[in-house]
């Protein structure tokens, strides 16, 4: 019987190819004649319709293909990880006594049972080799036998990073607890839970959690990648023993298909994972969770496009699950549909600790140079790392780039190192005195000379974490700083020891990109620094302002986490930017309604949906004439107010030797731009060069 959603392989032009059944036509029989074949014959695998359901309306939505989604459902090829076992067929046996090994063997297995090789070496003290041999000998002459078990690779979480018990919820918790139950019961609105950092949102979540699974339902809850920090995981362990699977890009192909079996199997209640697991094969799903809610790393920017959260919104609605959205500085769009009331807001305005928020300070960068101060350290910066250190706590200083200096200049002829096939500078990295290319990897040695005039008068600009690195080392010599960045978290496991560690208090001083400002709870932490606020104020995105918003708040929350104040410093050149200015007075509400002022003016999300077009080949003017074409050919799609800009190069113009252009559209209305991308996908088939797009894009470059 072929059922839709079964996951089959099928004969296919001479071939064995897989596939989903994703209908059945009238005429079954034609499709019974394929001589069909379960691909994996244990646990044959069957998508619900609500899963097809699901995958058909992220498809349509983002202008792909229905299998590109149904794949992300699907188990990775792996198969599952089997260990040889040896049981005694025999009861007793007299071997000869010149086999010392084959009787020592023989007499652990008797009497203990099922055991592999490597046990019985362990218990032995024979080498593995020679177990072998043993073993091998015993089962030729039938006295042994050998048999598989399956070894679940549950991935390792370190435990006990935090225990986590119970607690007397906060008045904060009590109240919204008490609307999130009563919507869960009635209306069942979508909820953004706004709690400030440090609010205690997790208790939130699991305690909905729980009041979910006490129905019979299962959970689903997003986290931003690198929020899935051992301490988290440890929490959720520690509350639903036993029931929680986790889906995370650093899980091996193997490890993954465990926990994929697991939670299709019905046997976890609970699935906590990056963007991609709202794909989880859970059927009866009761509620979904995405925490940090405004991270734009729930984007997907390569194909298949997608954002998890309009995906769980999708998902929530085809099988009837709540859904909540939590943050402490939720989305410029979320926050609007929580003003049209599509949203029900939940509020928590204190801290759980009963702490008060931090405070922050502005530092005028413009100042420090006229007082001829030329470091990336502000005076107020060092006196406060100081104090800081004097009562023996810890500090975080920000940073959004990575390596030394940010470019490399020839003071005598202005010559800048740039990458050969991407238009941008190279970052110099003091590490390997490497100068490297940050799109894609290209790396030379640093110069000693420039390539162009020949003088040896190298400039080095711009600060990024190991400039910083190099200042603290400079100022307070005998202080442990440790560093957070793709450098040096790119091995496994590298990054849960930094934590551990500076949790621990091995380090005073964190220094770090992004990562650091996400979710972290360092107890000991009363200083906060954002080195420069200015970097993601200046990029060429409409939603800089936000980010600049977000990011400062952010930072600013992992200070002062438990019961002392925390203080924090914001340095900038730009203190009158009215984005910096409102996250520094904690003013809320007022940059929410101006970024909405300033988005409806302009016309940008969440007043009308855009869809960006790049058109990517090695020839400019190939990828320009093409853009000018499909411009052209969208022209005539006059219908549901599309509005059409471009084509222009790419922010990011070149890279990896190929040139990008752009065709952004804007609509008030999604289905205009769902009917433009399926004239697209037409389009694509055509032409020689790459187009892609990208619908809700979370960034423009
Ligand atoms: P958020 O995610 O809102 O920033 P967390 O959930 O990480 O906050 O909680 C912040 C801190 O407050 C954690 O150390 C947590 O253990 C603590 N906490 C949460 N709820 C309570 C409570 N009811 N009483 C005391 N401490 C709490
Ligand atoms: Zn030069
Ligand atoms: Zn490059």
């Known amino acids: 019987m072929i059922n839709v959603g079964d996951v089959v392989q099928v004969h296919f032009n001479n071939s064995r190819v897989n596939g989903i059944v994703t209908g059945l036509s009238d005429g079954s029989e034609v499709l019974i004649n394929v001589k069909m074949k ?11 319709p609500d899963f097809i359901g699901f995958c058909r309306k992220l498809a349509e939505y983002y202008g792909s293909s229905l299998i590109d989604f149904l794949k992300l459902m699907l188990p990775p090829r792996a198969n599952k990880k089997q260990e040889a076992i040896y049981t005694a067929v025999v009861t007793c046996e007299n071997l000869p006594d ?13 009497t ?21 041999a043993a073993l091998t000998a015993l089962i030729k002459k039938n006295i042994l036998s050998k048999s598989y078990r399956v070894i679940d690779r549950k991935p390792k979480i370190p435990a006990g ?25 009635n209306q069942r609105k979508t909820i953004l839970l706004y709690g400030v950092t440090g609010s205690g949102k997790t208790e939130i979540y699991i305690r909905t959690i729980e009041k979910v699974l006490n129905q019979g339902q299962k959970a689903i809850v997003l986290v931003p990648e690198i929020s899935l920090t051992p ?112 949203y029900l807001l939940v509020k928590m305005t204190k801290r759980a600790s009963g702490m008060p928020l931090p405070e922050l300070e502005v530092v005028d960068m413009r100042e420090e140079l006229k007082a001829g101060n030329r470091h990336i350290f502000s005076r107020k910066l060092v006196s406060s790392i100081k104090q800081t250190l004097s009562c023996n706590r810890q500090a975080i200083l920000f940073l959004n780039r990575r390596g030394h200096s940010t470019f490399v200049i020839c003071r005598d002829c202005g010559f800048v190192l740039k990458c050969p096939h991407c238009d941008i500078s190279l970052t110099y990295h003091f590490d390997d005195k490497s100068v490297k290319c940050h ?13 162009v005039c020949g003088s040896s008068h190298i400039r080095y600009f711009g600060a990024g974490t190991e400039k910083v690195e190099q200042e603290v080392c400079r100022l307070f010599p005998g202080v442990k700083a440790l560093r957070i960045d793709a ?24 220094i770090g990109t992004q990562t650091v400002a996400k979710g972290l709870d360092f107890p000991k932490v009363s200083l906060v620094s954002v080195i420069t606020a200015d970097t993601a104020l200046n990029m060429p995105d409409f939603r800089a302002g936000e980010r600049t918003f977000q990011l400062i708040t952010q930072v600013a929350g992992r200070a002062g986490r438990a019961d002392f104040p925390g203080k924090v410093l914001v340095q900038t050149y730009c203190p009158e930017s009215f984005a910096i200015k409102a996250a520094c007075e904690k003013g809320i509400t007022k940059f929410y309604r101006e970024e909405l002022k ?19 080949g090695s020839k400019q003017d190939m990828v320009e004439k093409n853009a000018t074409e499909v411009k052209n050919m969208l022209c005539e799609i006059t219908e549901g107010g599309l509005e059409i800009y471009g084509p222009a190069p790419a922010p990011r113009y070149r890279v990896k030797d190929n040139y990008r252009y752009h065709v952004l559209l804007k609509s008030k209305k999604v289905e205009t731009l769902i009917k433009v991308e399926e004239s697209l996908k037409a389009m694509k088939k055509q032409r020689d060069i790459k187009i892609a797009w990208d619908m809700d894009p979370q960034d423009l470059l």
């Open 112 to 132: 203990s049972g099922g055991l592999s090789a490597r046990e019985i070496s362990q218990r032995t003290g024979l080498p593995v080799s020679s177990v072998q």
């Open 598 to 616: 300033n988005r409806q003016k302009s016309n940008y999300p969440p007043f009308c949906h855009l869809l960006n077009i790049t058109l990517t």
């Open 98 to 110: 010149k086999a010392v090994n084959q009787k020592r063997v023989w007499e652990l297995v008797s």
């Open 487 to 510: 450098d040096t978290i790119s091995k496994k496991g590298s990054l849960e020891r930094i934590l551990s560690s500076f949790r621990k208090g091995d380090a005073q001083i964190l």
């Open 231 to 342: 301490q988290m995981l440890a929490i959720f362990q520690t509350r639903f023993p036993g029931r929680v699977a986790v889906i995370h890009s650093r899980l091996s192909a193997g490890e993954r298909f465990d926990e994929w079996h697991m939670i299709y199997n019905g046997q976890a209640d609970v699935v906590i994972g990056a963007r991609s697991a709202i794909f989880a094969p859970i059927k009866n799903l009761g509620l979904i969770i995405v925490d940090e809610e405004h991270e734009s790393s729930y984007k997907q920017a390569e194909h298949p496009y997608y954002d998890a959260r309009a995906a769980a919104i999708f998902r929530a609605r085809m099988q009837n699950a709540a859904l909540i959205f939590g943050s402490a500085t939720p989305s410029v769009e979320s926050y609007y549909k929580v003003v049209t009331g599509e």
């Open 38 to 48: 379960y691909i994996l014959k244990k646990e044959s695998i069957t998508l619900s």
């Open 439 to 451: 799109y894609c990897g290209y790396r030379v040695k640093a110069p000693d000379i420039c390539p």
């Open 161 to 185: 990073e935090r225990r986590m018990t119970p607690l007397n919820l906060t008045q904060d918790q009590v109240l919204a607890l008490k609307k999130i139950f009563a919507n869960l019961e």
